[in-house]
């Protein structure tokens, strides 16, 4: 609750900031100074939008909370500005300065609502892979991205981990950074003994593939290292959470999970020796990989499908413009030649707003041709 708490007197404050600042404007009445304040809140909002996914800096960490309010405000204010704009045009006539600031500030709240829900609600989206190296069918959870420690919204983790378990998947993949660099000792050992838990403690088996948070890579930017390579690998392996890095297991005779190192990490094999390292050609392999953006080591691994995450899906609405400069997917189903590729948006967030894409679980069905 406190959490929560804490996170609406931020927007609050945020929107009342903004809205008041801008009040002198809108009862000027003046068309072209309210033309430039709405390109000028555009340009900000973009550029808030990228520090809220993509900026390393310790400011910018620490001040997650505030630009994602800032976000949802500046995404509501401008949509009703738009809106009040046409209408303008249309009516000739302007809403009185206080009741087009009203109105604005009622958007951003309503923008906020639904951003903070949407990135604790999983919702449940389904794919299927069909293959003759299967002897039977399965069917695996996906789930990754849930940032315990920028995210400190428990009770929407343990729903999101309870929604898996009651689809019943034959197994579950997490695809990384279930924890992240803002993460205590005490947030990572609860985030996998819940997942111990309420997954594998009913007779779920838990595949784990390392994220580039999980292990606090960039804990100079947050509270510096609040837990050792060690304790995060003692904490899965106590919950039997198996992790994997550029390693193969065996799940089924007819089905191998090879879980990869992440690219952050100088000891993760190049694609030709996780290759050379495959013990069975004949069976069909998952594989997952935290970031979906190598796409040269999968020509040499040749998965039957890959799994991914840490893109979020851009998680903010104008993080489009940022994913224009990425060559890989960053969300969806893709096919190759060499691989069928499934990137996630995510089971969470990084910070507590989404406005570009759902909060998602995948129910993936592997489907023997034979």
């Known amino acids: 609750m406190g959490a929560y708490l804490i996170w609406i007197g931020i927007f609050l404050a945020t929107a009342v900031v903004v809205e008041a600042a801008q009040y002198p404007l809108r009862r ?7 033309v430039v304040a709405f390109l000028v809140k555009l340009v900000v909002l973009v550029v808030v939008s990228a520090m809220v996914i993509s900026f390393d800096s310790y400011l910018v960490w620490h001040l997650n909370k505030l630009l994602s309010a800032l976000h949802c405000v500046l995404l509501g204010d401008l949509a009703v500005e738009l809106v009040l704009g ?33 990135a604790q609600l999983g919702v ?3 794919a299927a892979v069909t293959s003759d190296k299967l002897d039977r069918d399965y069917t695996f959870a996906l789930l990754a991205d849930t940032h315990i420690g920028t995210s400190e919204f428990y009770g ?46 009913k007779g779920i088996p838990v595949y784990y593939a390392y994220g580039n948070h999980d292990r606090q890579f960039c804990a100079d930017s ?30 089924g005779d007819d089905l191998l999970f ?9 000891s993760r094999l190049s694609g030709p020796d996780v290759a050379a390292l495959n013990p069975d050609r004949g069976a069909f392999l998952l594989m997952a990989d935290h970031s979906p953006l190598d796409q040269e080591s999968p020509k040499d691994i040749r998965p039957d499908l890959a799994v991914s995450g840490h893109t979020h899906a851009g998680q ?10 990425w060559e890989s997917p960053s969300y969806g189903i893709s096919e190759y030649d060499y691989e069928t590729l499934l990137v996630t948006a995510g089971t969470g967030g990084w910070g507590p707003v989404r406005t570009r894409e759902n909060c998602e679980i995948w129910l993936v069905s592997l489907q023997s041709a034979k």
């Open 86 to 118: 046409v209408a303008a045009l249309v009516r000739k006539q302007d809403l009185k300065p206080m009741a087009s600031t009203a109105v604005c500030l009622a958007a951003a709240v309503a923008m906020c609502v639904y951003a903070t829900v949407n």
């Open 124 to 126: 449940v989206r389904e």
């Open 156 to 201: 929407a983790f343990e729903a999101n981990l309870d929604k898996t378990a009651a689809l019943s998947p034959d197994f579950v993949v997490l695809a990384g950074d279930v924890v992240d660099d803002f993460a205590t000792s005490w947030q990572m050992n609860y985030a996998f003994d819940a997942i111990g838990q309420r997954l594998v403690a």
């Open 222 to 251: 947050a509270n510096g290292h609040q837990y050792s390579y060690d304790e995060i690998a003692q904490a899965m392996e106590r919950n039997g959470i198996v992790a994997a890095q550029d390693e193969y297991v065996k799940i």
């Open 258 to 266: 090879l879980g990869r190192q992440d690219a952050t990490e100088e």
């Open 28 to 34: 000027s009445q003046k068309k072209w100074p309210r």
């Open 316 to 325: 903010v609405f104008t993080s489009q413009v940022l994913s224009l400069l």
